[in-house]
């Protein structure tokens, strides 16, 4: 359509300038309480139209409405089109797509840009080379700028179609005063596909400026077509609009006027209110735009091709991967590979040349194969441990002579989406894996995977809060009312606790916004380790930013979009433990002459298992947890896969399922062991006839229902959605009516339906659980046999885990059973090094005498403000000779005086000048200015008293974290007994049903998503710890001293049931004011 085309249809007598002839109706509409109450959307009258500039909610506080809602809206609207085109980013595009294909409503592919220069447009794809040339330019605009950022000017638009020409729609969107310069630049770079877009939104001057914005046209001879700059779906989003508006731009809404949209005009407005608003002509263009972009499919058109170059000469990807797997089998299996292995081995490698995935694997094997060449500790998990292949390459370590695989659950046939092979490194070593991924496939073909970043209720109420205008300290208290342990408790209820009043609108509407805002988009932030690797240049396939870290980048796609999309990713991933378990095997290499790995530590080892029944585990992988804990004594693990069951039966899915009483009382010969079938027997034997893991569901299906791979890992989908809405009664249909057919009772397809749904809480797949085992076990042995080594390795991997410091170095230090105690020895600026070390000891003598446990001297690494660079220089300072004075240790490390006063108050001068106190006084004495006559007096040195003990164990906590003197409880002790508050040890002699009170440090709260409300506290004392069940009713009731507490007195019902010990509470009280200034921050865990 030309430009003149575009004009007919307006009337040119109307005075004022040309405006559509139905205008005066459209000002009449305006009045309208809402558009969208309009009916008669499908009258053949109406015009066509197709929105061609739109923003979702991946604007980022620009739109309000998901891509969900918008699609939604256009299919009422029966628009032909709509176009997502959010502000130089395509990372909601493929959510648009997902929209277009829930409803039918074309999706055209776009961007909106804003050059430095002010000028404006929109691009918008016509063909796969079109989508190419957007990427591009995205990734050259965001690269230039930080995150979150981006700048692109001219001569960067310019270069970009230097070699080829546009293949993109380009829609001019002129300011408030057009600038005719703007759209002449346009026209050159963009030639006849540059377009004139004029938006209307019923404002007092509409009239002038279509009036204006066509002339411009005519003048320019660019076609002008109508679009609507929409930020929301519905009229009604305006609100939620309005206040993002005032969020992004840092100012309360009474002052956002400037800012704010005039009127709620931009939604999807009804097609009958756009015709009373634009020319027909110009409605119509907009549709041809579409038709033109609509044959491009972003799913359909965007593939990319996965790194070949790991393939050498003479070898197909298929043939490499073959041999790679061949020498691996040699390697795992010396004395030969069992007819099991080898016939899971060609099913996998067949169906893996099927889906074309070679590459995939030889990318993860080349990348565990550098991190192993660097010592660096990895471990694959998740479904990719059912794969016999990755159990060759040495990615994962689940043998499968051990467990029983089942290849579906990682890949099948008809699987349509990419298999996960998860890989966990040191967590201190990652970055190496990383930088080495960059520098094996270029900055320009791989790149992290995104993460979006959401609105959750506290941060949400925090930029709602302040948009409204809230002071400060009402915003804190009323994020307050959305923290941690509030979900159960009404939300009147926090809010008259807080002191607000529940009638003031001003709160109400508050809290109604936030309600919108949860849960969208904030930010993007980085994957935690799924790297995309393409063969092309990744920046043709998805747009590519820069992250926060530095050396980072990554692609607007998070692993959502990515599954949609059918690309593959490497998820490089990064464990805590593995970071512990290296540096105690290094530490025992050293200090007690023991050369292990993970793989080579004695299996099956019974005082382990001994040390594992008690639930003595503080600081193991996975089984730490007080939930944990008090599984352990009644499920007793007694070989490996016991260990494999009790990290998968702790978890929400077998809870829920009702799975683990049944369970526990078979394991424990309470109820019998029946079995339908000799099939059903042989899937679930291992775990007495309940199906605790996923691959047991999908193998129970595909026997006594008769499914299909494909169907079983459609079942396993369905399961895991269920509860979002996946359709698990269409398969409880055809569940039932097979396994009829087959002879199985009602009763028994019911109960296994109704463990199956207990899995959409969360159900593990085995494989996972078996590769969390390995390390399970590798800790516990660790723990058992080396506990000086374990601990100091805990510590020098922090922050991790489940306990703190304090909590480690206690646990350490008492013991308990066969696990020997360990001596813990002080931070000291003569002794100790950056990392906590071992000290003393001996090698073990024979497998039955294990020798002397070294101590643990604490390192610099726990001293709060004190950089590793500072402790580097003390350390090279010492190695040269001793300090005499605190004054020649700051000369010779270069100290200033943030260092110095953190060793002082860390209690590490103390070797130099005998206590806390007179440390304080050497470091101020090195500030106070020396004598300016020569020959003066010097300053002599005061003996000043060593601090009392409580301000000591004050300080190491505040310093260090933890103390080595008296535990803070054994100092208040004469107060708790003259209350009559019971020790923890001494409930060891009170029978189970005993009314007790207790009190302790709060060290640990946890609120189980399943537990309805219910809160468990672990508290602390100086003999130990228990673990207090609070129910629901009563966080309610003492929400603020269940919440807030350091110091915690309980009073209650003790018991004690198959070796499990815990506290019900009855009643709570807040006892911190007793600590005095003593911090002890608790974990708190969801």
Known sequence: MSWDDAIDGVDRDTPGGRMPRAWRMAQRLQQAANDDVLHGEEDDGLPAYAELHCLSDFSFLRGASDAEALFERARHCRYWALAITDECSLAGIVRGWEGAKATGVKLIVGSEFALVDGTRFVLLVETR?????????????????????????RADVEAQFRDASPELFALWLPGGVPQPEEGQWMQQVFGERAYLAVELHRECDDAARLASLLTLARQLRMTPLASGDVHMANRRDRALQDTVTAIRHT????????????????????????????????????????????????????????????????????????????????????????????????????????????????????????????????????????????????ITAVNPDETRLLIARFLSETRNEPPDIDVDFEHERREEVIQYVYGKYGRHR?????????????????????????????????????????????????????????????????????????????????????FVIAEQTLSTVVPIENAAMADRTIIQWEKDDLETMGMLKVDCLALGML?????????????????????????????????????????????????????????????????????AIVRPGPIQGDMVHPYLRRRQGLEPVEYPSEEVKDILKDTLGIPLFQEQVMELMMHAAEYTDSEADNLRRSMAAWKRGGDMESHRTRIRERMEARGYASAFIDQIFEQIKGFGSYGFPQSHAASFAKLVYASCWLKRHEPAAFACGLLNAQPMGFYSPSQLVQDARRGRGGRKSVTV?????????????????????SEEDEGEQPDIRLGFRQIAGLSEKIGEAI????????????????????????????????????????????????????????????????????????????????????????????????????????????????????????????????????????????????????????????????????????????????????????????????????????????????????
């Not at 190419?132 to 000017?153: D, E, F, P, S």
């Not at 044959?295 to 003479?314: I, N, Q």
């Not at 292990?596 to 585990?617: H, K, L, R």
């Not at 000048?913 to 106070?928: K, Q």
Request: proline letters at 5%.
């Open 446 to 530: 791989a790149a992290l995977a995104a993460t979006v970043i959401s609105y959750r209720g506290k941060s949400a109420v925090r930029d709602v809060a302040k948009a409204f205008g809230l002071p400060p300290d009402q915003i804190s208290l009323l994020a307050n009312c959305f923290g941690w342990g509030n979900g159960e408790t009404p939300m009147e209820q926090r809010l008259e606790e807080a002191g607000f009043d529940t009638a003031n609108p001003l709160i109400m509407k508050i809290l109604a916004i936030t309600s919108l805002l949860e849960g969208k988009p904030r930010h993007l932030s980085q994957h935690v380790g799924g």
């Open 825 to 845: 020895l002080p931070v000291d600026v003569m002794r100790s090094d950056w990392d906590n070390t071992l000290v003393g000891g001996c090698p073990w003598r």
């Open 875 to 1086: 350390m090279a300072a010492r190695r040269r000779r001793p300090f005499s004075s605190v004054e020649d240790l700051s000369l010779r490390a270069g100290l200033d005086e943030k260092a110095r006063t953190a060793l002082a108050e860390a209690g590490a001068l103390q070797s130099l000048v005998g206590n806390r106190n007179a440390a304080r006084w050497a470091v101020a004495g090195i500030e106070r200015q020396r004598p300016l006559l020569p020959g003066s007096p010097e300053e002599q040195p005061i003996a000043l008293p060593a601090p009392r003990i409580g301000e000591d164990i004050t300080a190491d906590y505040r310093s260090v974290g933890l103390s080595l003197e008296a535990h803070p409880m054994a100092l208040l002790r004469p107060q708790m007994r003259a209350q009559r508050i019971l020790g923890l040890r001494d409930l060891q002699s009170r029978p189970s049903g005993s009314g007790v009170h207790v009190a302790g440090l709060v060290t640990q709260r946890q609120r189980p998503a399943t537990a309805k409300g219910t809160i468990f506290v672990t508290l602390e004392d100086e003999h130990g710890m228990i673990n207090v069940i609070v129910w629901s009713h009563l966080a309610m009731r003492r929400r603020r001293a269940l919440l807030e507490s350091r110091l915690l007195a309980v009073r209650g019902r003790w018991e004690r049931v198959d070796g499990v010990e815990h506290l019900i509470a009855g009643d709570l009280r807040d006892m911190s004011a007793l600590l005095g200034e003593l911090s002890l921050p608790s974990r708190d865990f969801h």
């Open 251 to 394: 100012v309360p809404l009474a002052e956002a006027g400037a800012v704010l949209f005039r009127n709620g005009e931009r939604h999807l407005r009804s097609r009958r209110a756009l015709g009373n608003i634009y020319p027909a002509a110009l409605l119509q263009a907009a549709v041809e735009v579409a038709q033109r972009c609509s044959g491009f499919d972003l799913k359909r058109d965007v593939k990319y091709d996965y790194p070949a170059e790991l393939v050498p000469a003479g070898h197909t990807a298929t043939s490499y991967l073959r041999e790679l797997t061949e020498a691996g089998l040699k390697w795992r299996y010396p004395e030969g590979v069992s007819d099991k292995v080898r016939a899971l081995v060609e099913k996998e490698l067949a169906l893996v040349e099927f889906k074309g995935y070679e590459a995939f694997f030889l990318t993860v094997q080349d990348v565990v194969h550098f991190a192993r060449s660097k010592k660096i500790l990895c471990q694959g998990r998740g479904s990719s441990a059912n794969s016999v292949v990755c159990f060759a390459l040495g």
């Open 579 to 647: 970071t512990c378990i290296r540096k105690t095997l290094d530490l025992i290499r050293v200090h007690r002459g023991r050369d292990y790995e993970i793989a080579t530590i004695p299996p099956e080892d019974q005082s382990t298992y001994g040390m594992i029944q008690a639930a003595d585990t503080v600081g193991v992988f996975q089984i730490e947890s007080r939930a944990q804990m008090a599984m352990l004594p009644r499920l007793k693990p007694a070989r490996f896969y016991d260990l494999v069951i009790e990290v």
């Open 129 to 153: 080379d079109g989508y190419t040339q957007l990427c591009a330019l995205i990734t050259t605009a965001r690269r230039a700028a930080t995150k979150g950022h981006y700048t692109l000017t």
